[in-house]
């Protein structure tokens, strides 16, 4: 009994890849909450602290305000991503 060895052909495959653009808007937003901190803490004597919720849950308008534009900005990005590589479908023609 013996091994043999089977080749498959190469699949071009798309790769998928994040800009570098996106990924420091999402990594961006730690130095960004640090220094308004240290701001809020050196400048304003815990005043932006005092004056926040504890909790994001207290404001309704917040919340909804919130939810809709993280969805509106997920659809946009999504449909834009789709139209550029040519993948976009119109369901509504």
Known sequence: MSA????FPEQDKPKLAVSFGFLLSLY???????ALQLI???????AL???LPNSPGHF?????LFL??????F???????????????????
């Open 40 to 46: 809020d803490q050196l400048g304003f004597d815990f």
């Open 60 to 64: 309704l308008l917040f919340q909804l």
């Open 75 to 93: 659809i946009a990005y999504s449909f834009t991503h789709l139209f550029i590589s040519g993948k976009f479908v119109c369901l509504f023609v």
């Open 4 to 7: 043999t060895s089977v080749s």
């Open 28 to 34: 961006a937003i730690v130095p960004l909450c640090l």
């Open 68 to 73: 809709f534009l993280s969805s509106f900005l």
């Open 49 to 51: 602290r005092d004056n």
